[in-house]
Every structure is written in C-alpha cells, then in structure tokens.
C-alpha cells in the first residue's frame, strides 16, 4: 500500500513564526504536491514537484515555498506565518507516468496561526 | 463557471437510501477519481476510472466520457458513509495535476 505521511497532524502557531510541514512518501512517485483546504473553497495547489529540486508553483503560493531534497520528502515552508495561512494542509504524490495518474493522500495537518 | 461541477452541494439521507452523487466536466480527461473525505480526517481513494463502471462493496462509480460525466452510488447507505465527497479529474493537457470538484457533503441518519 501506498503510505503517505504528514509530520504533525494538529499545529498551533504564532503569527510571524517559520513554520515547516513536512511530507514523506514510500513508493518512489515523481510527484508531489501541496494543498491547502478551506471551507467552501475546496482544495487548492499551493505548489508541485516533479522531481527532486524540481517545483512549479500551483494556485495559491503567495506565502508559501517549498524544498525537495530527496525524493521521498518534500517540505512546504511557511516563512512568516499569518493569520490566513490557517488551513488544512494536505499533502499527495503521484507517479510519472501522465497517464492514470493516481493520487495517493496523507492524513492532513490542521494549522491554526494565532 | 467551475471545470468540475458536483451535484448535490449537500445531501441529507436515511439510512438503507440509495444515494447518487453526479460530477460534471467540461474539460477532456485521461482519468477521473472519486475521493472520500470524513469529518476532520485525510482524504481516501474510492475509484479512479477511465471508462465504464467500477464496484467496490456497496459503492458503484460510472463515467460517460462522451457526456462528461460521472457518478457515484452508494447503495444501502449507512451514518458511516457520512463523509464529503470529492470529484477529481486528470486533463489530457500534459498536466500531472487535478482538477477538483468543490465537493458533496452527505449525511446519512439512522
């Protein structure tokens, strides 16, 4: 099975804090992606990776940078938090093959930003 | 007007319903994926599908690609198939990225 993970599932924050999410994979995929979910809003990139030091940015990254260092990881980064940056935070992968191209999600991360 | 359109918003039933959930599109797609999403929880694979129709235990989805459309039936529903519900489709444009439905929220009492 494929296992994504997510470093924290609840976090609480300050406003002007660095804060690291981090995002692990095991079945060697390509992709990688970040996602924030807010009601009413549904699930929007904030950013995409294709492979190792390779990002795009997706719909939202304003805020937001990431980090890919090694294949299996890829980290969003949140250099100074702000109130409306709290969020569900989730994180998937995906193989390179384009076609059927399955998505496989980890568990979520809450962030609240104090 | 949104790429993906799902049907109902929202959807209250009871128990032992037959329930349907539609997705719309307007883009062509490689695959479409049905994800299921329970409060406060990660989101979970039900199907992805090209063409035709696919069953795992109570939940059927169906795609028509020439009407760009989906659906998704649970039959004999239960309070745990309470969940919001997510239609996700993989354009053909060369892209590795989904565009996703803004989701169904059911309901299911006992």
């Known amino acids: 099975d494929v296992k994504v993970t997510q470093s924290s599932r609840y976090l609480v924050k300050r406003t002007g804090e660095k804060v690291f999410l981090e995002c692990v994979q095991d079945?060697?995929?390509?992709?990688m992606f970040w996602y924030r979910q807010d009601p009413g809003l549904g699930l929007r990139l904030i950013y995409f990776?294709?492979?190792?030091?390779?990002?795009e940015k997706g719909d939202i990254p304003e805020g937001y940078s990431v980090s890919r260092e090694k294949k299996e990881r890829f980290s969003l980064i949140l250099e100074s938090a702000s109130t409306n940056q709290t969020s569900m935070y989730l994180c998937?992968?995906?193989?390179?093959?384009?076609?059927?191209?399955?998505?496989?999600f980890g568990p979520g991360t809450r962030l609240t930003v104090l | 007007k949104n790429e993906v359109e799902q049907s109902p918003q929202n959807l209250t039933a009871q128990e032992g319903e037959f329930i349907t959930i539609n997705c719309s599109y307007s883009v062509g797609i490689s695959a479409l994926h049905w994800l299921q999403q329970h409060p406060g929880g990660g989101i979970v694979s039900l199907f992805m599908?090209?063409?035709g129709k696919k069953k795992h235990g109570r939940l059927i989805a169906t795609i028509n690609i020439q009407e760009k459309h989906s659906s998704l039936h649970i039959t004999a529903s239960h309070p745990r198939d309470s969940a919001v519900y997510i239609c996700?489709?993989?354009?053909?444009?060369?892209?590795?990225?989904?565009?996703f439905g803004t989701g169904t929220r059911l309901k299911v009492l006992a």
């Open positions: 079945m060697d995929h390509e992709n």
């Open positions: 990776s294709y492979d190792v030091k390779m990002k």
């Open positions: 996700a489709v993989l354009p053909t444009s060369g892209t590795y990225k989904y565009i």
């Open positions: 599908l090209s063409s």
């Open positions: 998937a992968s995906s193989s390179g093959q384009l076609s059927y191209n399955e998505q496989f």
